[in-house]
């Protein structure tokens, strides 16, 4: 199995361009404590096959002889219970084992993330044992996911825990178990598909942007380069082997001596002023930094952190920390300029030339995209509707959970008989133990499966009337304000977003259900008026995605936002416009939509009439008076 996984890895040396990238996998394979890297770039940039190729220029790693959590055999603050056991017998054996890249899917569940009981050893020796999960095989490996920003919230807050403990701790059913995991987390992503929650893009130590070579003479030769490998794998690798091997031996040194790789106090200055300036807040970046410093330093077979090594540093762990306003990416940080390289060493600048091997695609200093462009009142404050009693009628939405069973994610709370076949995919194991010891033996009907408590998925439809009506008092100009501000409310959720803008005879979906809150914005800030108010288009429409989102989506909330003065002046079919929108809000209605109204008139004496209390009034809406 091994040698036929050798033949089909792509050779890490033969990667043609992404210098940086490659660069930033080679300093975590130097230090892991740097803390993994994110790569982030579009689809079809070879960021997985940079992930995978890297496992095979690892070196060996020794760990205690059948030990499944690979722990280490000179350290017992990283050893398991078991491990220390021997230790302190003198009863420890050694063996290599090689690094590997262990994956992280998508589907995957609490308990395979995490271990679960192993049911043979507590039926036969009623004992507490763990049958190890995917932390216990990446302890002291790499741990990839694929898309990392379409991870499930709970599985990504699991692994924050365990990333900065260092340990999986398991506290389930009265049983404790515990046993170290420390990973290099690697994470890849596609930006297009969603954003990242910024406690997770903090806790990746480096950050890449990764785009697609554009030297023509570059691509020819990663074409050159996969067909070969496709038509030949054995022969492809053994051209690179040597380059392979000398891989290797440069990241076995490097891991030798850089530990007593040194950095100046001038350059510490350096760097710590720059991370001020740049409004980073977290003392994480000045630790990752160094350490990224010093393993590119040793990766030079140095022992003196030279200007060039920090600024190199400063590129990969700066950019994903700078503060952000939300859903922005991340942006090149203000790196120190050549000038500045008078204020360190003076020898340490001469030899920077001979070692200045630029890793770097991109200008310092340039901005991404910005947002800040659309003409809104940042400060709008909104008029709250009351009921009857005077009441608020909004407080503000939460998570929404449900209780699930036979769907093993999310987290058990408790456990239950099974009413369908199909519930018995989530046995619960412990529970179903105990209901068999107090019966005599295990009978169908002893069965239990768990009962867990997911959060629900939830689609948040922005309906933005840009007809002509909106442009009298800059209604347009206070509804921009009031979807940004709605898009923000998304990014903190994590809800999917979607905008449908209305005008003319018909609504438009602008952009589907996303998590890229930043192209929302890009289309808000597009947004043309004029023409007549199709409001029975828009309610059909989201209607429509509703519909799409909750068969993709199970248990799924949709939340739909009007924002509108409501002077609907077009049909769909011809008939009355008030009988049409009662028919679709009884429909909006019946289809447990959530609805919000932005009422746009604020308090101007307008004779139009508006439809607004006609679909409070069906829908039970909340309204906002602007």
Known sequence: ?????????????????????????????????????????????????????????????????????????????????????????????????????????????????????????????????????????????????????????????????????????????????????????????????????????????????????????????????????????IAFRKKFEKEQKKLRERIIKAREIVNKVEIDDDLLKLLVKTIIENGIRTHRAEIVTVRTAKAIAALDCRKRVTFEDLKKAMELTLPHRIKLKPFEPPQQPKLPENSQKKEVNKEQ???????????????????????????????????????????????GSRDERATVVGYPHGYPVSHTIPLKSDQLCDIDIPATIRASALNGGIKPEHLRVRVRKIRVPRLTVILLDSSGSMVAMKRIRVAKGIAKKLIENSYVKRDSLALVVFKGYSAEVLVPPTRNYSKVLQALENVKTGGRTPLSSALRVLLLLAKSFRLKNKNSVVRGILISDGKANVALEGKSIKEEIQRLAHAIKKNKIKMEIYDTRAKAIDPAPSYIGLLSEILQAQVHEI
């Open 349 to 395: 600048s001469k030899q920077n030339h001979k070692h200045n091997h630029s890793h770097s695609g991109h200008g310092i200093g340039n901005r991404e995209l910005q947002f800040d462009s659309v003409d809104v009142d940042l400060d709008l404050k909104l008029n709250v509707s009351r009921n009857r009693e005077g009441r608020r009628t909004w407080r």
């Open 1 to 233: 199995m091994e040698a036929r996984e050798k033949r089909l890895i792509f050779p890490f040396s033969a990667i043609v361009g992404q210098e940086k990238a490659k660069l930033a996998l080679l300093c975590n394979a130097v230090n892991p404590a740097i803390g993994g890297v994110l790569l982030s770039g579009d689809k079809g940039t070879g960021k997985s096959t940079m992930v995978r190729a890297l496992a095979d220029v690892l070196p060996e790693i020794e760990v205690v002889k059948g030990c499944p959590f690979n722990c280490n055999p000179y350290n017992e603050l990283e050893m398991c219970e078991i491990c220390r056991e021997k230790a302190k017998k003198g009863e420890i054996e050694i063996e290599k084992r090689k690094m590997r890249v262990v994956d992280l899917p998508l589907s995957v569940t609490v308990d395979r993330l995490v271990g679960t009981i192993d049911i043979e050893k507590a039926l036969k020796e009623g004992i507490k044992a763990l049958q190890p999960g995917i932390l216990a095989e990446a302890n002291r490996n790499i741990l990839y996911i694929d898309e990392v920003n379409l991870l499930d919230d709970y599985i990504a807050d699991i692994l924050l825990d365990s990333s900065a403990m260092g340990w999986n701790v398991i506290e389930r059913e009265g049983i404790s178990l515990a046993h170290p995991s420390r990973f290099i987390l690697v994470g890849s992503m596609n930006p297009e598909e969603g954003e990242l929650r910024p406690q997770i893009l903090d806790r990746f130590g480096l950050f890449v942007r990764i785009e697609a070579i554009k030297d023509v003479d570059e691509r020819i030769e990663i074409i050159r380069r996969v067909e070969e490998f496709q038509a030949d794998p």
